[in-house]
């Protein structure tokens, strides 16, 4: 069995040493008019490096940019389409974090890259593979108001979805081997499982030679799992901290794709027992029969301290090394 660490998705942009302060004193210079966008950038640019090596450094194997340019998941998406404008502050599902929520005036028309610059200037910068995260079509649309353009949720993320499949193809064009899709938001709304699947079947043609990832969290999957290992997507990513009995599901049926174990929890600074997390994974891989196993935060680590973050990331390579057993 192969066991590939990767991180989940976002990071913690500021952390307690002076360097770590950097990108914050930056984006306050800027707004102060004390320095220009390109001095901002690289700042940026800094900071994603700094987390790069944090990743690595604590052995992941598939990392990200750590979503650092990010204001939130939904707006900095939508901020690149017209049709759209960005209206005020909503909690993002029950986290302590805020989404910018866009409103819908019009037809939406994406107009031009959105990931791409971010994943090339990490790549570039990365020992390891790089993995561009992309909030999904339904998610998107979710946390949207319509005030014109379209009739329905339904109706705008089909829309969204057929935009981002140029997205996709631009990832997978400057190199990208793993994309994660990320739609939380169809826990909240199993009715929709249908429309979920025909939004993703798109996004997954068009990815060439890359892995999709479909990734859930912040809900319970274990009334959904038959229905989400049917989606178009190589590895499906799982948040087991929010489903008490998916890990005894999983034991029990197995899988139709890879999974991805999100068995670290990404929202509490709590750090959990190596040892306990290896037996719980060797339960849930009872009746798994593929080659890998990806192991995980269950969300984003934007949500804890620095070092915590990093901490939990190093965790999961000690619950690998207890996995694989003596050389």
Same mark, same amino acid.
């Given at each position: 069995m192969n066991f590939v660490v990767q991180?989940?998705?976002?990071?913690?942009?500021?952390?307690?040493?002076?360097?770590?302060?950097?990108?914050?004193?930056?984006?306050?210079?800027?707004?102060?008019?004390?320095?220009?966008?390109?001095?901002l950038q690289a700042a940026e640019r800094a900071q994603i490096d700094d987390i790069l090596h944090e990743q690595e450094g604590?052995?992941?194997?598939?990392?990200?940019d750590g979503q650092i340019r990010w204001c939130d998941p939904i707006s900095h998406v939508l901020r690149g389409f017209d049709g759209v404008r960005i209206n005020g502050l909503l909690r993002f599902f029950d986290t302590n974090c805020y989404f910018r929520q866009p409103v819908i005036s019009g037809r939406v028309h994406r107009r031009g890259p959105l990931l791409r610059e971010d994943f090339v200037m990490a790549s570039t910068a990365a020992q390891r593979p790089v993995k561009p995260v992309l909030t999904g079509p339904y998610t998107l649309a979710r946390h949207c108001v319509i005030a014109g353009g379209y009739s329905s949720v339904a109706a705008l993320a089909e829309a969204l979805s057929a935009a981002l499949v140029a997205e996709v193809q631009e990832l997978v064009h400057a190199g990208a081997r793993c994309i994660q899709i990320d739609e939380p938001a169809i826990l909240s709304h199993p009715d929709d499982m249908r429309?979920?699947?025909?939004?993703?079947?798109p996004l997954w043609q068009a990815r060439g030679a890359a892995q999709v990832v479909v990734?859930?969290?912040?809900?319970?999957?274990?009334?959904?799992?038959?229905? &989400?290992?049917?989606?178009? #997507?190589?590895?499906?990513?799982?948040? @087991?901290?929010?489903?008490?009995? /998916?890990?005894?599901?999983? %034991?029990?049926?197995?899988?139709s794709k890879e999974l991805a174990l999100g068995v670290v929890d990404g929202r509490s600074t709590r750090l959990e027992d190596a040892a306990a997390?290896?037996?719980?994974?060797?339960?849930?891989?009872?009746?798994?029969?593929?080659?890998?196993?990806?192991?995980?935060?269950?969300?984003?680590?934007?949500? &804890?301290?620095?070092?915590? #973050?990093?901490?939990?990331?190093?965790? @999961?390579?000690?619950?690998?090394? /207890?996995?694989?057993?003596? %050389?």
């Open positions: 991180n989940h998705s976002s990071y913690p942009r500021v952390g307690d040493r002076p360097g770590q302060q950097r990108l914050r004193r930056a984006v306050a210079a800027r707004k102060r008019g004390e320095i220009d966008d390109a001095e604590a052995g992941i194997d598939v990392v990200t429309l979920l699947r025909q939004l993703l079947e990734a859930t969290y912040f809900g319970d999957a274990e009334p959904l799992y038959a229905q &989400l290992n049917s989606l178009p #997507a190589e590895v499906l990513a799982l948040d @087991l901290t929010y489903s008490p009995r /998916l890990a005894e599901t999983i %034991a029990a049926t197995g899988a997390l290896a037996r719980s994974v060797e339960a849930i891989l009872r009746h798994y029969v593929h080659d890998a196993v990806h192991l995980l935060p269950s969300c984003g680590l934007e949500y &804890l301290p620095r070092a915590r #973050a990093q901490a939990k990331l190093q965790l @999961l390579g000690r619950v690998r090394t /207890l996995l694989i057993g003596p %050389a």
